[in-house]
């Protein structure tokens, strides 16, 4: 008896050293793996190669015009004609006679006071920059190109020169010369021209002389000129957002409405036929296994580009989706509350719609707010490939790169609209499903 429990002992000590073993080496194999398959991903993606070829400088450049927007201060060097435009668009001109606050004129000599000291000007026949703890710059446009003048020493890294070109890139700003034209930029913090532009009669006022001109009956031009502005287009973003939605709202509420009676042909207990339950799962299978943004490649070639084509995108994808889930919520119903309804001799489309759709309303009403919420990020990726809502406009944006701060903008916004998409599902979920307004 007592050799047999010492056997017993041993072998139960035997298997408890056997599973130590194993989970001291699992706990060393694990983080070993994914040590392998970060070391192979470094490799594979050529993480040391990217890093390498980074520019930090340039990085930082394209932070900073996300909450910057720069001046340019433009000379013709054939003609001697000075012009002065935010961000180089002729939106953004300066009207005659007009110059920023920074830039002055006297002599026929136009000066760029530039921060931190630097100083450019402008002369008749050539330009000179002043650049602290350097010294000035001397360069003379011609036919021959440009001929220029550096302080004794090496050029330092800011300075790219050659027989056609001086480029002086610094914290101030950045001046080029070319054998046509001189251009200054000046950078300056904030969104260039948000609500008026240099041509309103708001521009440049105050808030409260704003508020007091629209309490004296010019509240409707001050809305004007905002919603209207061409720089920043407020009122197309505005019908992009708007169109956004709608593709987003379209596309869920009407997959929805496509899946519901689908889905009682997928679940078992309605539809007994296993052939018509398969076809049906096999479909959805189909719609939800092909992303959305195939579906409006495909889409877009078929109907043309479109707010319409990204919504039937959304609609085909989430079908798939909505189709499985609501075959299984309907699988799971309580058959009991069925049997009551028909207990008073009801058809059975009267057992549907008082027996089992109030029993998976709570779920699918859920699932859809939930779609609808996640949709809307959806839309704008759409958007883009469709040529439509808010996605259009940042990808245009994006590939022109001749303002970081829209691109800031619509981001803002899309990130907005997502919050109050959040918001607002959250709300009537409580409102629908619990009947709770109040959030409590």
């Known amino acids: 008896m007592t050799m047999a429990a010492d056997i017993r002992t041993a072998d ?8 130590f073993r194993t989970k001291r ?8 793996l994914v040590l392998a398959y970060l070391a192979y991903a470094a490799v594979a993606f050529d993480v040391p190669g990217l890093l390498g070829r980074a520019n930090l400088e340039n990085g930082a450049r394209l932070i900073s015009d996300t909450y910057s927007y720069k001046t340019h201060v433009e000379r013709d060097n054939r003609s001697g004609v000075v012009s002065y435009a935010i961000e180089g668009e002729r939106k953004g001109e300066y009207p005659e006679g007009m110059t920023p606050q ?33 010294g000035t710059i001397r360069a003379t446009p011609g036919n021959g190109g440009v001929n220029a ?31 046509n034209r001189t251009e ?12 008026f532009t240099l041509d309103s009669p708001y521009h440049g006022l105050a808030p409260g002389v704003l508020l007091g001109r629209a309490l004296n009956g010019e509240a409707g031009a001050i809305w004007h000129d905002f919603w209207y502005n061409p720089m920043w287009h407020h009122a197309d973003v505005a019908w992009a957002l708007f169109e956004t939605v709608l593709m987003a709202f379209l596309g869920t509420f009407g997959a929805a409405l496509v899946a519901l009676p689908l889905a009682f042909l997928a679940a078992r207990n309605f539809t007994p036929l296993m052939l018509v339950r398969q076809l049906f799962r096999r479909i959805f299978d189909l719609c939800r296994g092909v992303d959305a943004l195939i579906w409006t490649i495909v889409l877009a070639r078929a109907f043309g580009p479109g707010p319409m ?20 919520a309907l699988e799971n119903v309580d058959e009991k509350q069925i049997e009551g309804i ?21 779920v699918l009403l859920s699932q859809v707010l939930y779609f609808f919420e996640s949709n809307t990020r959806s839309a704008t990726v759409i958007g883009a490939i469709t040529g439509g809502g808010i996605g259009l406009l940042l990808t245009q944006a994006m590939i022109t790169q001749k303002d970081w701060e829209e691109v800031t903008y619509y981001i803002l916004l899309v990130v907005l609209m997502v919050f109050a998409m959040d918001a607002f599902s959250s709300w009537l979920r409580r409102r629908l499903i619990k009947g709770d307004a109040g959030g409590h």
């Not at 004129?105 to 002369?123: D, F, K, Q």
């Not at 919504?311 to 075959?327: E, Q, R, V």
């Not at 028909?342 to 709570?362: E, H, L, M, W």
Request: a neutral charge; proline letters at 7%.
């Open 12 to 19: 139960l000590k035997a298997g408890a050293e056997r599973l």
């Open 25 to 32: 080496l699992t706990a060393i194999a694990l983080p070993l």
């Open 102 to 134: 920074w830039v002055s004129v006297a002599g026929g000599v136009t000066t760029v006071h530039l921060p931190m000291g630097h100083e450019v000007r402008y002369y008749a026949d050539h330009v000179e920059y002043d650049v602290p703890d350097y």
């Open 149 to 179: 003048s550096f302080p004794p020493g090496d050029l330092p890294d800011y300075i790219s020169a050659s027989k056609n070109r001086v480029m002086v890139t610094t914290e101030a700003g950045r001046v080029t010369i070319t054998r």
């Open 184 to 195: 200054v930029f000046r950078y300056s913090w904030g969104w260039e021209l948000f609500f």
């Open 309 to 328: 084509t990204g919504a039937l995108a959304i609609l085909l994808t989430d079908t798939g989706s909505f189709g499985k889930m609501f075959s299984e």
């Open 342 to 362: 028909r207990s008073t001799g009801a058809r059975p489309v009267q057992r549907y719609r008082f027996g089992v759709i109030p029993q998976v309303t709570p």
